[in-house]
């Protein structure tokens, strides 16, 4: 039997929700009604991140990625970076309320803070923040803040541990990816391959260097560099080769080489028609990490709008908990790192076979 517009999207439990501690509306302050249906609302919407993020994870770890495949899981990945865009604008409908209004219900939250959605965290763990690089929440683990009473497992710590126990995440589906992208025609595991890339970075490291120097010599023609400028040149020039060639981690590990010679390719070659689509993926992913961040830092200014530098519910140092997250986590680092290495187009080295990468016909 067909159902009906509020039968179908189940209106009358939804708007039964937001009674607050009470479970009557009639007894919530003024404000009251706004946090709670703005808070619901996020919560609806970090389940759709979740279900587009899954759905991109899966594409990315499979085996082989079929072309076709690629197109919905960057619309998938766009979706995510609207929601968090819009997600963001919710802050300012919280700051029609002003402080003291918010004080008026402020004491009924208890220990419970935003710091417990357990969504979020799992926004996070999927997208790939390792649990060693997160911030401690006041004098407790991440894990312990979820639990309702000392060793008691409670909804939001089971569902934060299961994802934490769930594998891939999506930065690893999209790096195993990238390992596998052929660079100048050369595929990952076939013969020659290292050595391949090795000339690909190579002859890249000199264009960039070329143009580096070209850039300290348009700062200051005709004469001799400042040394603080050659330095920072210099510098410049130092970091390019630790990323791709010298650092630790990439002598240790040759995956981690690829998979950076595999964003500069793609990136530096992105007009070639089968690098279209990678380009648009990683473009994506770099709008849904801004896209977080700029989340966070608004949410930090919100709450310190509302409440100053006060200590958080929950017990978390408050803004300076949400100033230190919006600063340290950066789940994509080498998607950032490889923009300072790019060289302007038509000053990257020619391909050898560059029709790889053309549209062919079966």
């Known amino acids: 039997m067909p159902k009906s517009y509020s ?115 799992e926004v996070e763990i999927l997208l790939g923040l390792e649990a060693a690089d997160r911030v401690r929440f006041g004098e407790h683990e991440v894990m312990q803040a979820f639990a309702p009473k000392a060793g008691i497992a409670g909804w939001a710590e089971r569902r934060v541990a299961a994802r934490s126990a769930e594998r891939p995440t999506f930065k690893a589906a999209l790096e195993a990816w990238l390992a596998r992208t052929p660079i100048d025609g050369s595929r990952a595991g076939a013969a020659g391959d290292a050595e391949q890339v090795d000339a690909f970075l190579d002859a890249y490291l000199a264009c960039h260097h070329r143009e580096v120097d070209a850039a300290m010599a348009a700062q ?20 390019a080769e630790r990323f791709l060639r010298r650092g630790d981690d990439v002598r240790s590990d040759p995956r981690r080489r690829r998979i950076r010679a595999a964003l500069l390719f793609i990136e530096s070659y992105r007009e070639l028609p089968l690098l279209a ?77 560059a029709a790889f990468y053309d549209f062919r016909s079966p």
């Open 7 to 121: 039968e179908y999207l189940e209106l009358e439990r939804l708007l039964a929700l937001q009674g607050g501690l009470t479970g009557a509306e009639g007894d919530l302050a003024p404000s009251e009604l706004l946090f709670i249906v703005v808070h619901q609302v996020d919560e609806l919407w970090f389940k759709l991140a979740l279900h587009e993020l899954e759905r991109a994870r899966d594409v990315f770890a499979a085996p082989q990625v079929d072309e076709s495949s690629i197109a919905p899981a960057a619309a998938g990945l766009r979706r995510v970076v609207r929601t968090f865009e819009l997600a963001t604008a919710h802050f300012a409908l919280i700051e029609t309320m002003s402080p003291r209004d918010f004080l008026d219900f402020r004491g009924r939250l208890g220990s419970a803070s935003g710091f417990q959605s357990a969504q979020f965290r």
């Open 220 to 239: 200051q023609p005709g004469a001799t560099p400042d040394p603080q400028v050659a330095a920072l040149y210099a510098a410049d020039k130092e970091q």
């Open 277 to 353: 689509w990678p380009r648009e993926v990683l473009d994506l992913v770099i709008q849904l990490e801004q896209a977080f961040l700029v989340f966070r830092q608004r949410h930090a200014r919100m709450v310190e709008r509302m409440i100053g530098r006060r200590v958080g519910t929950g017990g978390s140092d408050g803004v300076h908990y949400l100033d230190t997250t919006a600063l340290r986590y950066r789940i994509f680092g080498d998607l950032w790192s490889v923009r300072r290495l790019l060289v302007r187009r038509g000053a990257a080295p020619p391909l050898r076979h």
